[in-house]
């Protein structure tokens, strides 16, 4: 019990003094590492019928000052019997140190920066690179960086696993699992102790997606896929196709005009298949595969979907159409599919000037962070359909309330966006505070 309560007080007051201005030698005043003994911080003193575990308590913290490393400040009325605070020997830290059979910070700083030092040489993709440039910069400051981890165990995991992300570097992206037992032995590791570690770091680090200085992208966007990004997949990526497409995949066409109301195209068969034949003037890319299923049936089966202010019929106006399901933020396989299909467009219908390609999403931050996205990044002819304030007003009786920090996020993506119309629904949404989903369109 003695023991318990020494290591407990030891390395409570050591905590503290690692992130005081007293360990980075920058502190202007003598302010005191203390370990108050309230009862909201230490509720273990005052158990009530317990005055055999609050003597024991006082005999350790007597003991610890008769050592030299604190200093008791007893409750004035109760000199000997309660103890008020705690307080650090700072001309005897080093011994607190040794008392406690722990490492100094400083001792583990210096390791850390030896570590970093002899892995930087074995990484060159840039958001990795960043941060280890990162973590030397704080360490030298006397600063723990985020996510590095403090012990030898939980460093060393981390950049196992980053080790395994520039081996699988422009490579086919391979299953969360499949990675954890490759690169660190057990198919849960990952998840449990680097997954998180992983994406705050690419999130942080990573630049190549950001719309602008503002980042309003990367800090939205879902673990998932944000490990989509980086080349490691929890589930497979797949997107939904309607239309008279053909690609070829090892010597074999695959034709999907027979698929009247969709099919599946994955992220290997993306990656290594090509479109031979494309017989349709428009592409639709749908957000939200609910809208994606009925329009699709509605149009094999001749019925009219009214949507929007006019109420005009899609089934018309998308008939000689490739519908495309998205399912939220397009991971690196869905964007190379649209950058494969333009390419196509451009070496075999260059005379067909007038192809047209729309995105319709949901009317909120999301809805249009991919929008502008697929349009900055992979498809420049992209047009927004039905994400004009016209369809806004129409359908605001179906739109659902947002909070403060959703609109603040609107607030900032407003600030970025050049777009007129698309202008006017984000200001809509924020005076509203409302955010209208794309399957709300298909009920009003």
Not at 101 to 126: W, Y
Not at 224 to 242: A, D, Y
Not at 344 to 349: E, K, P
Not at 371 to 383: A, F, M, N, T, V
Request: charged share 30%; proline share 3%; net charge negative.
């Amino acid at each position: 019990m003695l023991d318990k309560y020494k290591q407990h007080f030891l390395n409570v007051l050591l905590d503290k003094y690692e992130k005081s201005k007293h360990w980075k030698e920058e502190a202007r005043v003598q302010r005191r590492v203390s370990f108050p003994f309230g009862k909201e911080h230490f509720p273990d003193y005052y158990l009530e019928g317990l005055s055999s575990q609050t003597d024991t308590i006082n005999a350790v913290a007597i003991e610890l000052e008769k050592s030299g490393v604190v200093r008791i400040k007893w409750v004035r009325s109760e000199v000997g019997n309660l103890i008020d605070n705690l307080y650090l020997n700072l001309d005897h830290v080093e011994k607190a140190y040794k008392m406690a059979n722990r490492i100094p910070l400083s001792d583990d700083i210096e390791s850390m920066v030896q570590r970093l030092i002899q892995v930087k040489g074995s990484f060159t993709i840039k958001w990795i690179v960043n941060y280890i440039e990162h973590c030397l910069e704080q360490l030298n400051n006397k600063k723990l960086p985020a996510h590095l981890g403090k012990d030898e165990k939980s460093i060393d995991v981390l950049f196992k696993a980053m080790t395994g992300i520039q081996d699988i570097h422009g490579e086919i992206a391979i299953p969360e699992r499949m990675f954890s037992i490759r690169y660190l032995g057990n198919s849960k590791t990952f998840e449990k102790y680097v997954r998180s570690r992983v994406v705050a770091i690419f999130k942080r680090y990573e630049s190549k997606l950001y719309l602008n200085e503002e980042r309003v992208l990367l800090d939205e966007m879902e673990e998932e896929e944000v490990l989509q990004e980086i080349g490691i997949l929890k589930s497979i990526e797949e997107l939904m196709i309607r239309g008279t497409m053909k690609m070829k995949l090892k010597e074999r066409v695959l034709d999907y005009t027979p698929f009247v109301y969709g099919n599946v195209l994955d992220s290997l068969s993306i990656r290594l298949g090509e479109i031979i034949d494309i017989q349709s003037d428009t592409l639709l890319i749908i957000e939200n595969k609910a809208v994606f299923k009925e329009l699709v049936r509605c149009v094999e089966e001749g019925k009219p979907l009214l949507v929007g202010p006019d109420r005009s019929s899609l089934t018309d106006r998308f008939r000689n159409c490739i519908f495309v399901y998205l399912g939220g933020f397009p991971g690196p396989d869905k964007r190379l599919f649209i950058k494969k299909f333009r390419e196509f467009i451009i070496l075999n219908y260059q005379e067909n000037l007038d192809f047209k390609y729309y995105f319709w999403g949901d009317l909120d931050y999301g809805g249009v962070q991919i929008y502008r996205h697929l349009k900055s990044k992979e498809l420049p002819e992209l047009q927004p359909f039905l994400m004009d304030n016209g369809t806004w007003e129409y359908y605001r009786s179906f739109a659902e309330s947002i909070d403060s920090n959703y609109k603040k996020k609107l607030i900032k993506l407003l600030g970025t966006e050049d777009d007129p119309e698309l202008k006017k629904v984000l200001e809509a949404m924020i005076n509203y505070e409302l955010r209208l989903e794309q399957e709300s369109m298909l009920i009003g």
